[in-house]
């Protein structure tokens, strides 16, 4: 079974670009995450889908940041217009939804590293 | 707001057994996991506790104490592809909120 896919795995761009990268879940996962990792900090949570919905954004930055899950299959996460802050490792997880009595594990993706110059 | 401690890193002897500490300040609690990440990849799952307690699998284990609002991955019998970060992540909702993690370097 193949797992969570990410593309690209690095992306190098500058200042005021447009980047969008993409998350590919698990087949049949209908929960799917992104989080953050920016040099030196923790991973951080930036929204969670539940099929093409948006359970839970509190995690965007900004508004330049626009994810979607269109047909609740991939996703996209694009930054417009990127900044030197948005750089970090973009990872990306999903689960199945098994209920709130059992825990969900969350696969995660090998992430992709953004570069803003 | 979401708190969660690890040591930065730790240094251990291949064969030995190694400890390593979480302790963390959340809003909500559901679980907490322990993810190993190697340089590059992906997070990969090690373990899950809810109640309080032990949780063994083969070579890794996880303690939870909810009062103490701490936990630990306890790794016995160390071997070379154990050197990774180890994440201690907590559930306080649908999201998972991460640690730092820690670096761990098996010498031989």
């Known amino acids: 079974e193949a797992g969570v896919t990410q593309f690209p795995s690095h992306s190098v761009i500058e200042k005021g670009q447009t980047v969008t990268l993409r998350c590919d879940p698990i087949?049949?996962?209908?929960?799917l995450y992104w989080y953050r990792r920016v040099m030196g900090k923790e991973i951080k949570f930036l929204l969670h889908f539940v099929k093409e919905s948006k359970q839970d954004e509190s995690g965007m930055p900004n508004n330049r940041f626009l994810a979607e899950r269109t047909g609740g299959t991939y996703s996209t996460l694009k930054v417009q217009p990127a900044e030197l802050e948005d750089s970090g490792v973009y990872f990306c997880?999903?689960?199945?939804?098994?209920?709130?009595?059992?825990?969900?594990?969350?696969?995660f993706g090998p992430g992709t590293r953004l570069t803003v110059l | 707001g979401q708190n969660i401690d690890q040591p930065t890193e730790m240094t251990a002897t291949e064969g030995a057994i190694v400890q390593i500490n979480c302790t963390y300040q959340?809003?909500?609690?559901?679980?907490l996991f322990w993810y190993q990440q190697h340089a590059g990849e992906a997070p990969t799952f090690l373990s899950y506790n809810v109640l309080d307690g032990l949780e063994e699998k083969g070579r890794f284990s996880s303690f939870l104490s909810r009062s103490k609002g701490y936990s630990y991955l306890l790794l016995k019998e160390l071997q070379m592809k154990d050197s990774a970060s180890y994440l201690c992540?907590?559930?306080?909702?649908?999201?998972?909120?991460f640690g730092k993690g820690t670096s761990l370097l098996v010498t031989p």
């Open positions: 959340t809003s909500g609690f559901n679980g």
């Open positions: 997880a999903s689960s199945q939804d098994l209920g709130r009595e059992v825990y969900n594990e969350q696969f």
């Open positions: 992540a907590v559930d306080s909702g649908y999201a998972l909120n």
């Open positions: 087949s049949g996962h209908d929960n």
